[in-house]
């Protein structure tokens, strides 16, 4: 714990994205307005401090909704919808990487072949594809952002699995009678766990970015939605005379990437030997 | 040498084919009745019914993958119907601006994640090291769609230095190219700064050194020239970045290349448009990635020989 606490990323990661997920719980006590209803006689009010309310701290948007009660409740959404993706893409991953791994032949090389192809689309191209047929629910949304997250777990445990399996002390416990699903789960699931939680971490931003991305083009949440990549959307619109629409969810975004990727980056020069001085 | 290359032409040969499965799942088998979702809303029953027969949909699915595969290799992807045209002449008119985008890019990746790569590593704990570091984080997480938003506001907007939309001439491609050059730069500024630390500590830097040469030529020569390896590997993969920046990039500036092309596509549901960008886009992938591999066995001769 006191090597956790020694990282600079790790802390610093780790405190923006737990500020941010402390904020966007408790919306509904720090925003005091609506996130959704319009007000049209407060249209695109600027922030306060820059000729603004006190009542609208962020300024109102093109609809006269309140910026910062949309940002939080945005939050909401688009963290649970990233962290979803996040758990259903590692579960998938690890399960088809170990039975890829451990049962090897057939399956793995099927495997294998799937994640090229896969990996041979951009992302965001197989997403939007994706969300066109099968619409953009929520539950649509994880599973899309899942299916373009499981390959990086599936590789990284395949490949650990391989390494693990010749390992003497795997050697042994085989030796001592353990059968395929013992060896597992005793001895090589734990040591997949420091790179599924790095993977994890980094991976997080990347959600967050995939998913305020489609909202963004319109593809992923819909309006009234409070949605980061929605409300940058809407932004575009005001550029030249309410600048703070666009700049002011694009902030959050950034944040939330920033900490996610800071504190993947720390665990991984954490949890690498290689890497430990 | 020669097993090498044919096993990795054969694995690019199974990945397409694989390409070409999903695409088949994805477009026609999931959405339910793909006649109606290829013809536009509101079509007459009857041509539904005529359009199921024609694309074989009576027939078992092997055999209509047979038949889309087929017309795939022909090259004959359907027709858009939003421009009434074969959705392949459609994509194709668009490729080029496409093209002209992801190379600037590519050339701003390379030439400004390699130099701050560089001048990190060199001078790495200095305050050039310190500032590239900030930089590059930065890069990965800013999304591309606020940044290129940003540039459009201050360079547009404000300062109305540049063009913020359209293809004008080159300044229409400074912001775009920036925009979608800030993560793979980042990317690459990292990478090129840990790969040189570790070849810069090894015995035959020391032995370089050691025997007279300039550090410029250290550097370039001997420590760069080993990093080239992981570097092409990134910047291949980074291709399937690029394509994919393309779609918010060029949506954000009016660009008139695929990227925005297959977002109209999905709103129009035009989906002989989506099929051919879909599928198009995985063939450049794959085969740029089979030529970077190609390369290494003319770069390093360890997998020439291995």
């Known amino acids: ?277 | 040498m020669h097993a090498y290359v044919l096993r990795r032409v054969w694995q690019s040969a199974v990945t397409l084919v694989g390409v070409s499965i999903l695409v088949f799942v994805i477009l026609r088998v999931i959405p339910g009745d793909p006649a109606k979702m290829l013809l536009p809303e509101g079509a007459p029953e009857s041509a539904v019914e005529a359009l199921n027969r024609h694309l074989g949909l009576r027939e078992p699915l092997w055999v209509q993958y047979g038949i889309f595969l087929r017309s795939v290799v022909r090259g004959d992807f359907g027709q858009s119907f939003q421009y009434r045209s074969p959705a392949l002449r459609v994509v194709v008119e668009r490729v080029p601006a496409t093209i002209q985008l992801a190379l600037c890019a590519m050339a701003l990746t390379v030439l400004v994640g390699v130099s701050i790569g560089i001048v990190a590593a060199v001078r790495q704990g200095s305050a050039y090291d310190y500032a590239g570091t900030v930089l590059a984080v930065l890069g990965q997480s800013l999304p591309n769609f606020w940044l290129g938003i940003m540039l459009m506001l201050l360079f547009g907007v404000t300062l109305r230095w540049l063009p913020t939309s359209g293809f004008h001439g080159w300044q229409s491609l400074v912001l775009p190219s920036v925009t979608l050059a800030a993560f793979p730069t980042a990317l690459v500024a990292r990478l090129t700064r840990s790969s040189l630390l570790e070849i810069l500590g090894q015995e035959y830097i020391r032995t370089g050194r050691a025997k007279g040469l300039g550090e410029p030529r250290v550097v370039l020569r001997h420590a760069l020239k080993n990093a080239t390896i992981p570097l092409l590997t990134v910047l291949g993969l980074q291709i399937g970045t690029l394509l994919g920046g393309a779609v918010i990039t060029e949506s954000i500036f009016a660009w008139p290349g695929m990227g925005k092309l297959v977002v109209d596509a999905i709103f129009f549901r035009d989906f002989p448009v989506v099929q051919t960008i879909l599928i198009l886009s995985a063939t450049i992938f794959v085969v740029i990635n089979l030529l970077v591999d190609l390369l290494y066995t003319v770069i390093d001769p360890r997998i020439r020989y291995g």
């Open chain 1, 1 to 277: 714990m006191s090597r956790l606490l020694r990282q600079p990323m790790i802390v610093g990661g780790g405190s923006i994205l737990i500020a941010v997920i402390l904020a966007s719980a408790l919306a509904p006590w720090i925003a005091g307005a609506d996130p959704i209803k319009p007000a049209f006689g407060q249209r695109l009010q600027p922030p306060r401090g820059l000729g603004g309310a006190a009542a609208h701290p962020l300024g109102t948007d093109n609809l006269g909704r309140d910026i910062l009660a949309r940002l939080l409740y945005g939050g909401r959404i688009s963290l649970v919808l990233a962290a979803s993706a996040v758990a259903l893409a590692a579960g998938a991953g690890v399960v088809v990487g170990l039975a890829a791994g451990v049962l090897g032949g057939r399956l793995d090389a099927f495997v294998m072949r799937l994640a090229d192809v896969q990996l041979a689309f951009p992302v965001i191209m197989l997403a939007i594809a994706i969300v066109a047929v099968v619409g953009t629910s929520p539950a649509a949304l994880v599973s899309v952002l899942a299916l373009s997250g499981w390959v990086l777990y599936a590789r990284t445990v395949r490949a650990a699995v391989l390494t693990i399996r010749e390992a003497d002390y795997v050697q042994a416990a085989r030796t001592l009678g353990a059968g395929d699903l013992r060896v597992v789960a005793v001895h090589i699931l734990p040591n997949t766990l420091a790179p599924i939680l790095v993977l994890g971490s980094s991976q997080f931003a990347t959600m967050v970015l995939l998913e305020s991305g489609l909202s963004f083009l319109g593809l992923g949440l819909q309006p009234p939605q409070p949605s980061w990549g929605l409300m940058l959307a809407e932004g575009r619109d005001y550029l030249s005379n309410a600048w703070w629409l666009a700049t002011v969810p694009g902030i959050a975004i950034s944040l939330v990437v920033l900490g996610a990727n800071l504190l993947g980056d720390g665990l991984r020069d954490l949890l690498d030997p290689r890497l430990r001085q």
